[in-house]
């Protein structure tokens, strides 16, 4: 989100994309904490009071598939399982208020700007390390729902593996979280630095309306495959990667910077 007001895509974005995609984040995120936040404070207090409390779950609108995982999780104590089953739920929670929504299609998923972006492996998930690595995965075929559960599995074994998991949890508890790419691009080295500001200098708490949203979980929903183990292939360590999308960014912010002054010096 910072990116959109940082310095390179303010040159790059008009200021309606900038809007469109700032939307489309923010409805995304709200969807899924307002969905996740119940979920855990429940389980919370099925702890303290050693009994389960999931029945709760339909009052906050969770669907009917998270209550059966946490009943199974609070018998079974399957972690893997309950983790999945989070991914699953989420991704189809936005996929008809984001995903197919008829505004979000036409001004973001739709356009040339956005399936340019995927072609070119733009956007990434990572995990950065005090020690200047970064980790993680380029994200591409975003509107597809089965895509972004492997996804979304693929970055839970990564985190998690016993290879990495301290490195990321070291990063998370010594950073000053902000929403600004300096937070972690201080510790990469020969980097472009991608000068975004900080999350609340430049968007405000977003109020919303509550959207009224039917289960996605019916009882003909087919949910078995999904719970497959997600094998990550290939590198994990994404750091150079990393540092030359950031120069092309910058590569493209400058070019575009230059033509516009060329037009304005010949009009």
């Known amino acids: 989100m910072t990116d959109l007001q940082g310095r390179y895509y303010a040159t790059v974005l008009p200021q309606t994309v900038k809007k469109h995609l700032f939307l489309t984040y923010e409805e995304a995120n709200w969807i899924i904490f307002l969905d996740a936040f119940p979920q855990l404070l429940l389980y919370e207090e099925s702890k303290r009071r050693q009994i389960p409390l999931f029945h709760l779950l339909q009052y906050f609108n969770v669907s009917i598939f998270m209550e059966k995982e946490w009943i199974y999780f609070w018998e ?149 495959e999904l719970f497959l183990r997600e094998e990550y292939t290939g590198e994990v360590d994404i750091t150079e990667w990393y540092k030359r999308k950031r120069e092309q960014i910058y590569i493209a912010s400058t070019v575009n910077r230059f033509v516009k002054r060329m037009d304005e010096f010949v009009i």
Not at 114 to 136: N, R
Request: net charge positive; glycine share 2%; charged share 25%.
């Open 76 to 224: 079974k104590k399957d972690i893997n399982r309950l983790m999945t089953a989070l991914i699953i739920n989420e991704q189809n929670k936005i996929q008809k208020p984001v995903i197919e929504n008829a505004y979000f299609k036409k001004h973001v998923f739709h356009t040339a700007l956005f399936k340019l972006q995927e072609m070119l492996h733009i956007s990434a998930v990572i995990f950065p390390t005090v020690e200047g690595k970064v980790y993680g995965f380029s994200v591409y075929q975003f509107e597809t729902l089965q895509k972004r559960i492997e996804l979304g599995k693929k970055l839970a074994a990564l985190l998690f593996h016993p290879n990495y998991k301290s490195l990321f949890h070291r990063f998370a508890s010594q950073t000053i979280h902000t929403g600004s790419r300096a937070d972690y691009e201080c510790y990469v080295s020969e980097a472009r630095k991608s000068c975004t500001p900080a999350l609340r200098e430049v968007y405000p708490a977003v109020a919303h309306d509550e959207i009224s949203m039917r289960d996605w979980f019916c009882r003909d929903t087919e949910i078995n």
